[in-house]
């Protein structure tokens, strides 16, 4: 028989409230999110600065004037004038929320932030962004805070970005595959 008088115990790594105390900032590096989160929200930003892109060529032609360049140097010279970086500007602005999206999906996990830098490196992008899509989150708290309950919108267009990421690789390999499957039927 346990003693009355002995100190009750309790599991202070427990998360009691099912995520649903984390109130952080999706666009603040600090917080975790689910993979479902993560996709999310980098397709609402993707969607957000294509449209922000689209409107600024639009209104300024610079579209036309980039479909239509024959000469490299014209290119570097679209993106050092007025337009051209205010288009940079936004992209630039794209990569910073895109590494604090990483950056949350990596506490999830329970990885420091700090491997976002890989995300500069060529090739090494790929494979690692496959992995932050791949790799479980912590069950319950972690060294970076308590879960995060995903709502359902996030779910549906995390599955929807999922759908366009596995159409997208279809593409590219069926893309690669093309020449071969063609060429070796002549």
């Keep these: 028989m346990p003693n009355p008088y002995s100190t009750p115990e309790s599991d202070l790594h427990r998360d009691l409230n099912h995520g649903e105390g984390d109130i952080t900032s999706p666009f603040s590096a600090k917080g975790r999110f689910s993979r479902y989160s993560f996709l999310a929200w980098n397709l609402l930003l993707n969607m957000a600065i294509l449209l922000i892109v689209v409107v600024i060529m639009g209104i300024t032609g610079g579209a036309a004037s980039l479909l239509t360049v024959e000469d490299p140097n014209e290119i570097i010279a ?72 995903t709502p359902t919108w996030e779910k549906v267009l995390g599955i929807i970005a999922l759908i366009i990421i596995v159409l997208y690789f279809v593409t590219i390999i069926t893309a690669i595959a093309m020449p071969f499957i063609v060429g070796g039927m002549q």
Excluded: C, Q
């Excluded at 007025?82 to 895109?98: E, P």
């Excluded at 060529?122 to 995060?148: A, C, M, Q």
């Design 78 to 149: 679209f993106y050092t004038s007025g337009v051209g970086l205010i288009v940079l500007a936004v992209l630039f602005i794209s990569f910073v929320f895109t590494i604090i999206f990483f950056i949350r999906r990596l506490h999830d996990t329970n990885m420091n932030g700090w491997w976002a830098l890989l995300l500069v490196i060529p090739i090494v992008n790929v494979i690692f962004g496959l992995f932050v899509l791949i790799k479980r989150g912590t069950e319950g708290p972690n060294s970076y805070g308590p879960t995060r309950a």
